[in-house]
Structure formats: C-alpha cells, structure tokens
C-alpha cells in the first residue's frame, strides 16, 4: 500500500472541511500521514472521538506564534524540515494544500517523490495577504514553482482552475474535484438541536442559520440591514469566529459546533442562508456548506455567482442586497417554499458524496 504524507495548514480538529474528507477518504486507499501545524489560540479548536483508523496517522508539527513577521517565519521554515527531514523520503506521494508549504520542504524533497497540489482556495485573494505585499510576492512565487513542479494538479473549482492556470501561464491538464458532503453527514438524525442556552427564547421568530468560518466575506451589513426590515427574523451563526460579530440580539453566536451536530442545527432551522460579500475571493469558492444545505430539504438563500449554478435548481440566489430582502421578506411571511421535494435532494447530494470525489482521485493517481 502507497504512503501519503499530506501536509495541510488546517488543523484535524477544526470545522471539519476539505482537507480531513479527503485524508479520511483516501486512507481507504492508501497510508495517510496528516501533517498539521500548532495552533496557539485554541479557542476555534473542538476535538472529537475518531474512530481507529489503522490508515491514517495524525501528526502535528511545532511552530512559532508571530508567524506574521519574516524572521518567525524563516525559523518555522527551518522548524518544519527539520521535523520532516527525516520522514519525507518514506512516503511514496507528497499532498500539498498551500503553496507555502511546499517552499517550506523543497530543499528535502527526493527526486522521485509525487507532488500533489490540492489547490482549494486563491490564496493573494485573503485579505490578510492583500495587506502584506511581501506575504504576497512569496505565495506568488511559491505557487508559481508548484504549480510548474507538480504532478498532479487539483482545483476545487472552474473559476479557481481558469485564473491560477492564467496566472501562471500554465496549460497542465488538472483534475477539478468539487466539494461535497460526507456520507456520515447523511447518516445522522434529523432531531431538534436544543443544546445552546436560550435558545428558546426565540420560539415564534423565523430562524436563519449559518454554518461555517465566519470571517471577512460575510456580508454582516445585508444581516444587519434585513433585521431591521423585518421583526421576525433572528440568524444563527455556528462555526470558528476570526472576526467581530455585530452586537444585536437576534444575531446569535452559537460557538463551534461538532460536525456530527450540524444536522440537528440545520434541521432547527426555518431557512440556511449565505450572505456573503460578491468578491474575488469567494467566485474562486465552491461552497461545502451549500451541499450540507441541500440535504437538509429546507429554504436555501445563497449568492449568486458561476460556481453557485450548480445549485440553481435546489436553493434561491441573489445578486444584490434589492433581491436578498425580497427573499427573505417572501420567508418572514411564510411564503418561501423549498424548491425541490425530499427525494429529489436526497438524490443530488448522493451523487455529491466525498467518497465518490475520493474515488476521482484515486483514478488518478493510479493512472501513471
């Protein structure tokens, strides 16, 4: 059986996403060695219960805080390989999430190694790198090398393929592998989720919820601006916080919740929404959250841009804040129906599952 070190900067107990489907996935194919960094500030953290899995090995790598300022950042680049030195020459495939890291071990990697770029995001859009032209200028010229340098090239979506391949001047073939939703997501029940305090002080308000990284790219003034429009409304948010949430008392911060609880969240809710703010960063994204709305069979509000088209058919789009406050003025009269019936969703997300994504890549990868 081959051996895959995947290095990722996401930690394995953060919201669950692409990079632990995916290990989780291929160790069904492979030894997986998950390679994730320290966090200092936990707070964004929840571990859970994993199942024994003989297939893949957890594994966090040491690093300074600070990593911001250059000279943190070329000590925790002498850090890494000196943790990996040793290890990197016993895997067969080498699994890179950021371009970053592959700067970090190109001097140790063997001539004969694979490398896998799973690109799943456009990493100069984030507004933390915009800011910082010298972040910047290296993940340009990192990506750049990678992307030359890679054997297998993949993308989580169309638009972010286009403009990477653009960027670059590259014309490799590559492999989009969308998200999608898991089948242990599937399998859970539908119950009521009661768990968060207070909670029913908000019975009789039409309830919007939210589930994923809030950050930059929600719109908060959409939120704002349809609360005070509408009385009845109130939004649920749940997930790893990395910015300010607004004080009023029908938004709601739930906290982290467990992936395996984000079922019971969703089927509390009268309406799963996505606000988020139309920029360059978000068209490069294929959104996980909006299959696991999907599945749930109930009113979906989300934005609408290329990589949203899939979804047309199952949940309501907006582009602009005119057409966001007439959905949910439609929702807050109970007059916003869901678009599809329950057979119907069920059969869409089944044919979205990451073990079918997984099953794409091993092709792959065998395909030498």
Partial sequence: MQKILYLTATNWWWAKQRPQFIAEGL??????????????????????QEDTNPNL????????????????R???????????????P??????????????????????????IYDCMDDHLEFPNTKRNKKEAHE?????????????????????????????????????????????????????????????HDYKGY??????GTISAWLDFGIIKESLSRFGNIVYLLAGPREVNIPLNDRIIYLGLVKHEEINGLLSYSDALVMPFLNCELIRSVDP????????????????????????????????????????????AKGNLKVKKTAEECNAFVKANTWESRVKEIVVRLEDK
């Fill in 139 to 199: 993940i340009f010229d990192s990506e750049k090398v990678l992307v030359n340098n890679a054997d297998v090239l993949i993308f989580s979506a169309e638009y972010l393929k286009n403009k990477v391949l653009a960027r670059y001047g590259s014309q490799k073939n590559c492999l989009i592998i969308n998200n999608a939703v898991s089948k242990e997501f599937l399998c859970q029940t539908d119950d009521e989720w009661y768990s968060f305090p207070g909670i």
């Fill in 206 to 211: 039409i309830k919007l919820v939210y589930t």
């Fill in 57 to 72: 090995e957890l594994h966090q790598v040491y690093k300074l805080p600070l990593d911001r300022f250059s000279l943190i």
């Fill in 74 to 88: 070329f000590i925790n680049r002498m850090l890494l390989m000196l943790q990996l030195r040793s290890i990197i």
């Fill in 27 to 48: 160790s069904e194919f492979y030894k997986i060695t998950y390679i994730f960094p320290k966090i200092y500030k936990t707070g964004n953290i929840v571990k859970y």
């Fill in 288 to 331: 996980v959250k909006v299959y696991e709305y999907i599945s749930i069979c109930k009113p979906a509000i989300i934005l609408k841009y290329g990589e949203t088209d899939k979804f047309k058919d199952f949940v309501y789009r907006y582009s602009n804040p005119a057409e966001y406050f007439e959905l949910v003025g439609q929702l």
């Fill in 90 to 115: 016993l895997y067969d495939i080498i699994w890179i999430t950021h371009p970053n890291i592959y700067k970090q071990i190109k001097a140790i990697l063997p001539v004969n190694t694979r490398i």
